[in-house]
Structure formats: structure tokens, C-alpha cells
């Protein structure tokens, strides 16, 4: 099959787009600014069905209202929202006291998690997990927390220390965290160091062993021996001056930032590639859907994973790039959409996984979570098949322990419907009009220069990936040895 | 080390034992009938830290009480012990249409689980399961139950066809269950036929997906690629015609007897080997500290397990000879004890499988469940170390969804004491006192017929084991080719 199609579609809106957002003291001004409102593009077909309580909760329960962050749409998992940030005043004290402590090295991947547990993501964990946090998050995917009620926690949240820091650490009881570029990060308190058994951890989180698991092979393969879980303190707001640290809102700055809008209902997409036409119906379909059932100001989460992602994934600033272009375009509208960046590393552990990226969209005031066809799922690592079934996602998040505050929106496959040229919901009973634009097939487009077929992204979108992937291209060749240049 | 103590302990007791039970219309006389009462064997050792409510329950809750089934000490799970074998009344009819609907095969070890199925061990599960129940079984070790409440369901109990039986039972809406001996056993109704992703099975719930797991090997592996769900009805109570159907105390059985016997408190012993002294110290410590604790008639389920079984593990029929023996020669009191069969197949999958283990056994009326040191694992099957860490499945059973109605009761590792000639609990301050006698070392013992340590287990036990291998050296001898003979 030959597809020559070339894209037509010419930006219909303009917009001025600043995606940013500026915190003072806890004031902070909206993820972007928008000049000119485009129109919303709403398309008719069905999209939704709402799996738990789908009538429209106005007000959160009286126990959800905290000092500083106001939950008016879903309470943080364990009622309070962790933050483990050291107040300013007793930074001093604690860089001192961390400076005294036998200290355990942190890789990057390892960094991120500390991002992700100092801003309550992962509530009501409070640092790295002890062994018991480690067994109930491997066999029941959730933890029971001290009151008795049960919250989501579908991955182990780890770190990994090997023999000769465990030797080092002796008998202490605290220890201090030293970032990958030598900086003194923070302190894990009343420490608890157990067996990091891989293989089980593994078999587990992804339900195979088969090498070739993307986080597997960079994290947990070359880990030590040993994990070692306590109480997290950070001593500053994890940075990563990479010009996307505005993007970084935490759950509290985001809860704040639907408070602000008065949002009636919040609903989170997670995802991890760029934006095409396919998942902008659903999201506006979400909303039209969401507007029918009485809500009266839904605001979307965009809320692309920022953490580690295998290595031929678009990378995140790429990715924001063609995010803001997709606003930019019109696409989605930027009156109702947050756009800002999840902090997570990705594990790519398809039914396991997902519950682990709507969990933390609760926490960051989400009551609602769109989930797709196989969520967080990747090829087989060693045989030619989807490692997941497509379906397991949405079923398993639907009944998830801990999610049921939660509604969880399932949507039907979009794909390119060659006879009304744009990205539609698959109807089975003419599927031969569809054309299923795989994320390797989109990335082939781009990477030869060829236009997917119209319809399928808005042109600025498209124009992001097609420069990265050239200049991919561009860099390959220069690493291209002498010898076969000739 | 050489061991040469030869083992002196006579029968201090003798005891007309009748390990037997004589079922009539909903009477039943209990398991045994003992002639003479030996001493109860006490030691001092602490031994139990209940993790649960540890106060004596005297009595359930209202809702516990069943028509016919008197619950006094646990309620079963969902509150209604399920009992799946057609009335008398039926039983023609059904059996009429099983032979007119599509037909199932089903191999030994599915009967077993149709077995444990009907008679409610697994309550509230009714059926194979349907993917809702596999995906939460694997996924999070629980069962959601209509009224919001969670069970516990920790091995998928999941029956396997392959494409041939799936193609011939078409859209039939029920099948009919034939047994291994071409027998009609049942019928499932309301099938939902979905696929059996193996390897992800394997890895959720053993942890590894080595090749040498005994149940991947002989159930799973050889098994079809779909899994077909559904609402069981059997046609008669699961028979085996082996002389031991009378041990085969059902759920409802079990809470009679417990009931008859006005039993205040009922601990579970789950084994599949031999009882030695070490097993019955921990079991009459048990019970001293139950008495002590305020309960005035504490029984002792001692419950074998009787479905499948790993090749090297000791066969029923040779065990259940072994445990009646323990009772003869006192070692246990068969007046506060009651020995019968649990049904289930083995999966030795560690934790995981240790929760099914105590779940079954809160259908059967016990409020207490003992664990020790690696319940239900084994060696790792490629690897010289222990599969599970040996501390996890007690770990992982204390913080099971669904089980904290169940007293769970860890015990310390029993061993041999060198000094004081007998079965104690390990004292690390005087490690080099202790011998650990393996499942191995037993074995290679009783192969050779040399004698294990003094105290290791009753003359009378000891003296079936020794047989029993004796028989296997003699088979092996017959079976020698003839070459090698010469």
C-alpha cells in the first residue's frame, strides 16, 4: 500500500500560546495564556461509558479540604497530600545534618522518583517504599493504609542500593541522597534495607522476564542487591533547568490551578507520544460528553509522561514542542486544557502500569481518567505480539482496589477513515475504510519526509517530528564511520 | 557429620484409632474415635504473635448463620458457604441436558478444581472463573464481591481448552464437563470463553517463569490457549474411590464437626508432608497458648493437602497412614484434633498461593491459621536457592486483602536440638546446637533406611516413611534393565 496523500490542512486558528506558568508564592498564573479562543471541534460519535458513580459530584466530601489545597473535585489518596519538601527555614539545618549522614548515590531514573514521592503523586507514600509497601504494592497492587481503607499502588517504588553501600551505610538509621550530579538532595529517615529480588519484581510488575523490558534493562538489571525504603525529605523542589521546568506542575499547583478556574470536572490524559487527530477527538469528545451529563466547566489534563522513556520514544521536549503546536493549531482548546508534564519514569507495564498513571492523576485532582487501547503496553519483548492483551488496561484499571473514587472513561479505537479523511472511531462494520496509523508507521512518515494522510495531525504538529526526526537523521549520518561513507 | 543416633522412642500411648468418618444424611461421627486419651505434649517455648484481633471471639456475627450451615467461629467469604452439586431431585434432569450440550474434558487436576469448586472452598467464586475474576485474581490477589466487599482469591482458578473444543462448543451458552474416565461430571453455565496468556499467568503468579514450576509443567504449559469461565453445577459429590473419600470432609462437613464438637476456636495446620515432632510442637504450642489466651476448646484442623503433588513429594495415601500414626503414638491429641483432606491441587507458588491456602480454610470454619518458615515454596528451578524469600509468605498472608478476619499465626523454625535431643524452636544463640533436617535429608534418611535423630518424628510415623521408600527402591530395582543387572 502506497500512501502519497499529501497534508492540506492549513492552520485555522492562531493563537497566542505561552506555555508557561509563573509560581510566586503559591500564586500561580494559568500553564498558558491564550489571545485568540479557537472554536472546539466536536465530533458525534459515541465515545464514553462511565464504569463507576457517572453522576456529577459538585463537591468532594467535607474531609478533602486541607490547609493549602483545596480537593473540591476528588480527595488525595490517604485525605492530605504528601509534600516532602523542607520548609525553607529549616533547610540549613537539614543540608547539615544530611552532609553528616552515610550517603546513598542516586541515578537519574532514581531522581525522578524522589520528584515524584517529595510532591505527593504517589499519596500517601511518604519515601521510598519498606519491604512491606514493596510485597502489598507486588501482590495487591494497592496498600492499606493505617485507618484500614485501601489506596492504589500498582508499582514497586524503590531504590536500589548495592553491597558495598549497604556496608557503608552500617547501622545508621538515616541516610542522606546524593543526586547523579554530586548535589545533596535530601535525607530517607528510620531506613529499612531488604532483598531486591529482580527476577520476582520483574515476573510481577510485567508478567514476563524476557529480556529486552525497557525499564528492566536501564533500572533494575544493573541495580544493586539491595532496597532501602524510609521516610523522604528533600531539601529543594526538584529542578531539571531543561526550559520545561515551568511545564512541572506539582498536584498541589495543579489542584490550585482547577480551583482557580472553578473546574466542575477534571479529566486526565496520560500519554507519551505526540498528539495526532485520533486522541484530540476523544479528548473533545470527553469534554462534549462530560458537558451532556451536566457538568458545566470540564477542564483537560494534557498530561504527557516526562520521566525516563525508552530510547525510540520522542523525547519530551519534542514532544511539548508538538503539544503546544496542537493548541496552537486549534485543535484542542487552550481555554480548557492544562497542559503539563507528569514527572514519572515510564516501566511500559501495560495493566499494572496504568493504574499507577490514574492513581497519581487523583492525587494531582483528576476525577476523571480516559483510558485507551492498550495503556502503557509495548511489543512483546521477544515474541511478535502485543505483550499485552489491548483490552487487559481498561479492565483492570475499571476494578482496581483504591480507584473507585475515580471514573474512568474507556474509548473506542480511533483510526484513519480514508472516506471521510480524518481520524475517526473505528466502525467495525466498514473496516476497510480505516487505516490504523501505528506509532512505528508514524514515526517512518516522518522519518522519510512522507505526509501522513490528511487528517491525521494538524501540520504544525507534524512539522516538530518531521525536523526531529531529520535532524535524527542528520546526526546518524554524521556518526556514520569514514570507511563506508566512501 | 555423620548422624548415627539410632531413633529409640517407643510408643508411649497406644490408641484404637479410627481415622474414618461415617457420613448420613448431614450426621456424621467425627474423623476418628479414640480409645484411650494420651497426654497432650506441651512445651514452653513462645512461639505465636497473633498479627490480627486477638481477642477470643466467642461468637460470629448475625449474618453468619446459614440455614444449615452453623457458623459460630468465621463467616465463609460472601457469606454463604456456595455448595454446587444438584439436588437429588434434579440430578436426572440435569443430567439429561449435560448430555445434550457441548462437551468439556476434563483432566485429573481439573476435576480436583471442579471438586474444590462445588463444595466451597473457594466460596464466593461459583464457577471457573470469567476474565473479570482471573484478571483480578492475578492482578491483585482479591475478588470485589457484588456488595462492594473484597475477598480474597490469590491463584486464578481458571479451566483451560484448546482451539479444537473451542471451535466445536460454537455460541453455546453452556457446555457440559466430562470427567478423565469419560464420566458426565457437570455443567458450566453462562461460558465466557477468553484467551490464556500463559507466560503472563506464569510470571503473576509464580514470579518467575523458569521452566521446572511442577504445575506450569504439568497443567499450564501442556494446556489450550483459552480459558473458558462459567457458572459450575455438579451432577454428583466428587468421589475418588482411592479409601480415603472418608477424610474428604466438605466446608459444610468441617463446620458441623467443629460444631458438634463445640469447638471455641479452630486452628488450620496446612501440610503436605510428613508430620514430624517439630510440625506437632508447634501445633500443641498453638493450643497451650490458646488455652492460655481464654478459649476453653481450641481443635486442631490438621488438613492435608490432597490434589496434585509434585513427583519427589510423598504420596497421599503414604501420608495420610503417616499422620494416623502420629495420632496413635500420641504425638497429637486425636481428641482435640481432626484430620481430613483439602482437595486443592498444588501450584507451590509461595505467597501467593499461601493466601488460597488459609482463604479455603476460613471457608472451612477456621478462625486461626498457622504458617511457618516458606509456606508453599520450593527450590528455585534453575537457581540453588530457595524460590521465595522464606519470610514473605507469612509476611505477605498478615497483609492479605480479605483475610483480616483470619487470626494469622507465624511460627519460629523448628529444628533439631542437638542438646536437648528433640524437635525446639531455633535458638540463634546457640545456633550450632540445631539441625536442620530438609524435606531432602528426610528423604535420603528414609531411602536408606538409616535412622533420623532421635525425637525427629514418632517410631510409628517414621516406620510408614521408611516403607514407603523401601517399596520405591524396590519398584526402581525391578525396573533396572537387565544389562545393568548382570
Request: charged share 25%.
Amino acid at each position: 500500500m502506497s500512501l502519497t496523500i499529501k497534508l492540506q490542512l492549513s492552520s485555522h486558528y492562531r493563537l497566542n500560546l505561552n506555555l508557561g506558568t509563573c509560581l510566586k508564592e503559591n500564586n500561580f498564573t494559568p500553564a498558558y495564556n491564550t489571545k485568540i479562543r479557537p472554536k472546539p471541534i466536536y465530533h458525534s460519535d459515541p465515545l464514553i461509558s462511565i464504569v463507576y458513580n457517572n453522576k456529577p459530584t459538585m463537591h468532594a466530601s467535607k474531609r478533602c479540604v486541607q490547609s493549602s489545597i483545596k480537593s473540591s473535585l476528588i480527595e488525595p489518596d490517604g485525605g492530605v497530600l504528601v509534600d516532602l519538601v523542607v520548609p525553607e527555614s529549616e533547610r540549613a539545618a537539614r543540608t547539615l545534618e544530611a552532609e553528616t549522614l552515610p550517603k546513598v548515590g542516586l541515578t537519574e531514573i532514581d531522581l525522578e522518583w524522589v520528584h515524584v514521592i517529595s510532591e505527593g503523586w504517589a499519596s500517601p507514600l511518604k519515601g521510598f517504599m519498606r519491604e512491606d509497601e514493596y510485597l502489598q504494592s507486588l501482590h495487591f497492587n494497592s496498600l492499606r493504609t493505617k485507618d484500614g481503607s485501601v489506596v492504589n499502588m500498582s508499582l514497586p517504588i524503590v531504590l536500589a542500593i548495592d553491597d558495598e553501600t549497604k556496608e557503608r551505610i552500617g547501622s545508621s538509621t538515616n541516610v542522606g541522597l546524593v543526586g547523579p550530579n554530586g548535589d545533596l538532595v535530601g535525607i530517607l529517615r528510620s531506613i529499612e534495607i531488604y532483598k531486591h529480588h529482580k527476577e520476582e519484581r520483574t515476573a510481577r510488575t510485567w508478567g514476563t522476564t524476557e529480556p529486552g523490558l525497557p525499564y528492566v534493562e536501564e533500572v533494575i538489571t544493573p541495580a544493586g542487591n539491595w532496597l532501602i525504603g524510609g521516610d523522604l525529605e528533600v531539601l529543594n523542589h526538584i529542578k531539571y533547568d531543561d526550559g520545561l521546568d515551568h511545564y512541572r506542575l506539582s498536584p498541589q499547583q495543579l489542584r490550585s490551578e482547577f480551583d482557580m478556574r472553578q473546574a466542575d470536572a477534571v479529566f486526565a490524559f496520560q500519554l507519551r507520544n505526540p498528539v495526532h487527530n485520533g486522541h484530540a477527538l476523544l479528548m473533545n469528545d470527553t469534554r462534549k460528553r462530560l458537558l451532556e451529563m451536566g457538568y458545566k466547566n470540564p477542564i483537560l489534563l494534557l498530561h504527557p509522561l516526562g520521566g525516563f522513556t525508552k530510547a525510540d520514544d520522542v523525547p519530551l521536549d519534542v514532544r511539548m514542542e508538538q503539544h503546544s503546536k496542537v493548541l496552537e493549531d486549534g485543535v484542542l482548546d487552550p481555554e480548557t486544557t492544562i497542559v503539563s508534564i507528569f514527572p514519572s519514569p515510564m516501566h511500559y507495564a501495560g495493566p499494572t502500569e496504568v493504574q499507577w498513571h490514574a492513581k497519581a492523576r487523583i492525587n494531582a485532582g483528576a476525577n476523571f481518567y480516559i483510558v485507551g487501547r492498550d495503556p502503557a503496553g509495548m511489543g512483546h519483548p521477544t515474541e511478535k505480539r502485543d505483550l499485552y492483551d489491548p483490552d487487559h488496561g481498561k479492565k483492570v484499571l475499571s476494578m482496581a482496589p483504591g480507584l473507585e473514587k475515580l471514573n474512568i472513561l474507556p474509548f473506542r479505537v480511533a483510526a484513519y477513515d480514508t472516506v471521510q479523511k480524518k481520524m475517526a472511531f473505528f466502525d467495525p462494520s466498514r473496516a476497510k475504510d480505516f487505516l490504523f496509523i501505528s506509532g512505528t508507521k508514524m514515526r517512518t512518515y516522518a522519518r522519510s519526509g512522507e505526509n501522513p494522510p490528511d487528517g491525521f495531525m494538524c501540520p504544525g504538529g507534524w512539522k516538530v517530528l518531521v525536523q526531529y526526526y531529520q535532524s535524527l537523521q542528520a546526526e546518524e549520518a554524521s556518526q556514520q564511520p569514514a570507511v563506508l561513507s566512501a
